[in-house]
């Protein structure tokens, strides 16, 4: 809305000065009208939540209210999905996939410091309590010279740079989980906001839990705590705190195996923004992010222990002044990789792997530069020294944005540079448990790089009530990782890491198209996209060309919200997804009560394609004095699609099958309090 009022304003000033006269406005729920001596200008306002710019899309946080919730949660990062160029992962898949990356590859975090672990048991929910911030930030490829040194996107969650003047709040409870925002005022240049959020999905729900001879215990909990304090009209000083944990209980009585899970996240930074009088902008961060988990495996003759942690220190300055930024990235690295300890009956030498130190600087430029009265040029370079026990890496990334201004309402921009990363993430699942673990850059493990590559169009349409844009991209990736083992070889084996890892390189290029309905009681977006991933492996048994097992090649998204008077409003969403690849069994055999299963080539078979439909319906009780409550229905997969999940070979009762696993509810019906204040 903030253009259009703008614009409006600027005719309303003209005709003001031109007509000698003043002026009266005023603002109806869908229409802006000003009346002017017998002149009127009137436009539908914008009720858009997503905002994009240069490759850039921002989501307001308001958009969870009005879209489907499952189990009573609105999640940021689905909805992320949804956007093209994101790939919409299985239930069970906890990962974030942009352009074609590997989950490793994204930044995840909230004011710009990394969270290391953002999803809750499965990949269901992220650990976004959406209520606590203003919006979500997605960069599809972290390509300036200021990105973190990831190959993949970036995804922020943020908080708006003005003060809670009144007190308020929201809360909502669910079937699985209830959550809770406090805002309040603390002065005059003081603002508080605390948010929590804690699952009792076990009270309920135990029975959806048991699955044949399985069961699964399961509890999480998020706190978030924000503390904004003006310290004048030219400095803001903001601290932020996060902590969530989860503890997952799991048993199999047909191989009477009990496994427990625990993992937490720990972030807390202190943000201080100063403008000069100069038109100067300066920002420096100070911060500790923290992630750790463990993992227990216990059968009558064995147990397995997983221990790993990352935990970082770091610093981040920047200073802006017209089109140019100067800024520095400082990170001190404690790592422990996957580090397993056996007992029992079947010992094997089990050492593991020692900690990890490691120091990351970057320095970085960019700048600016009008080439035409239409073309804009921006330059930049970033400086990467990575230093790990031993080890000492150094790198020079350049990157470019050329930027053609079409017309008042289109962009053409092309972008290119190199990327490098010097964490690696791996492990035997990408369920969101556990046992993915991270490494460092050392004597043994090159750093990864990428050089990136795109085209973007961008055009608004009938005074920007629709938005078009079309991008394509190509990335080619070096020095990339696979974890090949399972977790049979912490038992059976003399487990060393070298021996479970695999590396070569890759390729991911693709398309991209948006179109988006911005104005109006009916708004949202429509998104494609084609992609592949390519992966190659030489001198393994892998050494031929095959898809990334997360490849999605077509997937198309749609997203609509609706406002029918004043109480109601409905919020849907929809994917069709290509199959993602996995490698299929050709022959199984039975020896000695033991089976033994025959593989076929190597992500050479997909699954079934991938359908689903949500749907949200909203029901706002009588609003009073600036209370509001009402009620929230939602369904998940409310066409009951069977998506298979994975493959996997079943043993019950002497028999053995292979066969698709499947999310265990076709439908997940849920109903929604919430109450705002």
Not at 134 to 153: D, E, F, I, V, Y
Not at 155 to 161: E, G, L, R
Not at 403 to 413: G, N
Request: hydrophobic share 35%; charged share 20%; aromatic share 12%.
């Amino acid at each position: 809305m903030g253009l259009v009022t703008h614009r409006l304003a600027t005719i309303l000033l003209f005709c003001a000065v031109v007509c000698e006269t003043a002026a009266q406005i005023s603002v109806s729920s869908d229409t802006l009208k000003g009346s002017l001596h017998g002149v009127t200008v009137s436009g539908r306002k914008v009720r858009t939540f997503l905002n994009s710019f240069a490759g850039t899309s921002v989501v307001n946080m308001e958009m969870m209210h009005e879209m489907p919730r499952i189990l009573g949660n609105s999640d940021p990062l689905r909805y992320a999905q949804t956007l093209p160029g994101v790939q919409t992962n299985s239930e069970y898949d906890a990962g974030l996939h942009i352009q074609g990356c590997d989950n490793a590859h994204n930044q995840i975090g909230i004011g710009g410091i990394p969270i290391y672990n953002a999803a809750h048991l499965l990949g269901f929910f992220s650990i976004f309590n959406s209520s606590h911030f203003h919006s979500m930030q997605l960069t599809k490829t972290a390509l300036g010279a200021s990105s973190p040194n990831r190959l993949g996107g970036i995804v922020d969650m943020q908080h708006a740079d003005t003060l809670t003047r009144t007190s308020g709040g929201y809360l909502s409870v669910g079937p699985m989980s209830s959550q809770g925002t406090l805002r309040m005022p603390l002065g005059k240049r003081s603002s508080l906001v605390m948010s929590a959020r804690a699952a009792y999905l076990n009270l309920l729900y135990s029975q959806w839990l048991k699955f044949e001879e399985e069961t699964m215990r399961y509890f999480f909990h998020d706190y978030n705590l924000t503390h904004t304090l003006r310290l004048s009209d030219r400095d803001l000083l903001r601290t932020d705190f996060y902590y969530g944990g989860d503890d997952v209980g799991y048993d199999d009585n047909t191989y009477s195996m009990k496994t427990k899970l625990k993992w937490n996240n720990t972030m807390a930074s202190l943000h201080w923004q100063h403008r000069g009088t100069n038109g100067t902008e300066t920002g420096q961060t100070v911060y500790y992010t923290g992630y750790n988990n463990h993992f227990n495996l216990n059968q009558p003759t064995t147990r397995v222990q997983l221990k790993s942690h990352i935990r970082d220190i770091g610093y981040k300055g920047r200073l802006k002044a017209g089109g140019s930024e100067l800024g520095a990235d400082i990170t001190w690295h404690d790592i422990l990789p996957q580090t397993p300890y056996v007992s029992g009956v079947i010992i094997h030498d089990n050492a593991g792997e020692n900690a990890q130190h490691a120091l990351e600087t970057s320095l970085y430029a960019t700048t600016t530069l009008p080439l035409f009265s239409r073309t804009a040029l921006t330059l930049g370079a970033r400086y990467n020294f990575f230093g790990c026990d031993d080890s000492r890496r150094h790198s020079l990334d350049p990157s470019m944005v050329l930027a053609f201004t079409l017309s008042d309402a289109s962009t053409l921009t092309f972008s290119a540079g190199i990327k490098h990363q010097y964490l690696f993430k791996t492990g035997f699942s990408e369920a969101g448990l556990p046992t993915e673990f991270w490494l460092a850059s050392d004597k043994e493990r090159k750093p990864q790089y990428s050089y990136n590559a795109s085209v973007l169009f961008d055009t608004y349409l009938c005074g920007k009530a629709w938005h078009i844009s079309a991008e394509t991209y190509y990335k080619r990736l070096f020095h990339q990782i696979e974890y090949i083992g399972n977790v049979l070889d912490f038992i059976f084996t003399d487990y060393q890491i070298e021996n479970v890892l695999i590396c070569g390189n890759g390729y991911n290029y693709g398309l991209n198209l948006l179109v988006e309905r911005r104005k109006g009681r009916l708004t949202g977006w429509l998104g494609y996209s084609l992609g592949r991933a390519w992966r190659r492996f030489p001198g393994t048994e892998y050494s031929g060309r095959y898809p990334a097992s997360h490849e999605r090649i077509h997937e198309l998204n749609a997203v609509a919200t609706y406002r029918l008077g004043k109480r109601w409003s409905f919020g849907s969403s929809f994917v069709a997804a290509s199959g993602t690849p996995y490698t299929g069994a050709r022959r199984f055999y039975l020896i000695n009560q033991n089976v033994i299963t025959e593989f076929g080539k190597h992500n050479g078979s997909r699954v079934p394609a991938y359908m689903r439909l949500d749907l949200s319906a909203n029901y706002d009780f009588k609003c009073r004095k600036g209370r509001q409550s009402g009620i929230n229905l939602s369904l998940y997969n409310a066409t009951g699609h069977k998506n298979a999940l994975m493959y996997r070979l079943k043993i019950h009762n002497d028999k053995y099958g292979y066969r698709p696993f499947n999310f265990i509810l076709k439908i997940l019906p849920s109903i929604n309090y919430y109450y705002r204040f």
